[in-house]
């Protein structure tokens, strides 16, 4: 008799700001679910946690924090999920993550002093992020800020700012460059996937499916760990 020694498939969609994330994600989550796949759909920030009401209260700028700190609270705001997410993980259920570490480091390290020097260096940004559940699947839902910023609701929060934005893209292009080489080099098990944002919904949603359907019975390797 052979025992499987699959467990569920962990996926992440990263992007700016209105690439797209949030409508992919539950679309994602909608068809797995007709596909009779167990399934937990997870949102980075998770503003409902004490640290949650924290970072949402930043974010709408009704308070200030040390930029440190802030960053602190992302990281903290996912180690508070990471054994939930493992758990899942190990018992069969797939999870499905709206912005992730990747997001963490990208905004924090585009932030730059009054002279242009960035705020934080990248090293600093991506230390606390280590050691996190690695995603099997890094779907990024490419946009340029000139597409994004013509989208519903833009402008609202602290960092939509099409400046901030174009530095965001960068930093993620460089994470996705890294995580890719490693994948190639096999030192990671992720797979850095890009996928163009800016056409209309339904091709982006067919795309992220096509990419994700292969794992949908589930991942031999064990659960691995970022950055470490
Ligand atoms: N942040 C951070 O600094 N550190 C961290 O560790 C984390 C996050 C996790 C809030 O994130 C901020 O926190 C974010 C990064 C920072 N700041 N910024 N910028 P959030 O995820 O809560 O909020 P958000 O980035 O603003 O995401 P969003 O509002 O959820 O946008 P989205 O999910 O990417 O897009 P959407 O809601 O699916 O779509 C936006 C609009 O576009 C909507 O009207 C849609 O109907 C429309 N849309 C969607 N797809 C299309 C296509 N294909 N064509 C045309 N229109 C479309």
Redesign the pocket.
């Known amino acids: 008799m052979s025992i499987s020694l699959k467990r569920a498939p962990f996926v992440v969609i990263e992007?700016?700001?209105?690439?797209?994330?949030?409508?992919?994600t539950t679309r994602l989550y909608d068809r797995l679910k007709e596909a009779g796949v167990a399934v937990e759909l997870i949102?980075?920030?998770d503003?409902t946690t004490a640290i949650g009401k924290m970072?949402d209260s930043y974010?709408r700028s009704t308070s200030e924090l040390d930029d440190r700190a802030i960053?602190l609270l992302?990281?903290a705001?996912?180690w508070e999920l990471a054994s939930t997410i493992e758990k899942h993980l190990n018992a069969g259920t797939a999870v499905i993550c709206?912005?992730?570490?990747f997001?963490?480091i990208a905004?924090?390290a585009s932030k730059i002093t009054p002279t242009g020097e960035p705020a934080l260096s990248f090293e600093w940004c991506l230390n606390p992020e280590k050691g996190l559940p690695a995603p099997d699947l890094v779907l990024f839902?490419d946009i340029t800020p000139e597409i994004a910023r013509k989208?519903?609701?833009y402008g609202q929060?602290?960092?939509?700012k099409e400046e901030?934005?174009f530095r965001?893209r960068k930093l993620f292009q460089r994470i996705g460059g890294d995580v890719i080489a490693e994948k190639r080099d096999g030192k990671v098990n992720t797979t850095w996937e890009i996928v163009d944002?800016?056409?209309?919904?339904d091709i982006?949603g067919a795309e992220l499916w096509s990419l994700v359907q292969p794992l949908v019975n589930g991942v031999e390797s064990q659960l691995a760990r970022l950055w470490i």
Do not use: C, W
Request: charged fraction near 35%.
């Open positions: 992007g700016l700001d209105r690439s797209g994330k949030t409508t992919q949102k980075f920030p503003r970072i974010l960053h992302f990281s705001n996912r709206d912005r992730y570490a997001s963490g905004f924090s839902l989208r519903g609701g929060e602290r960092y939509e901030m934005q965001v944002a800016g056409r209309e919904r982006v």
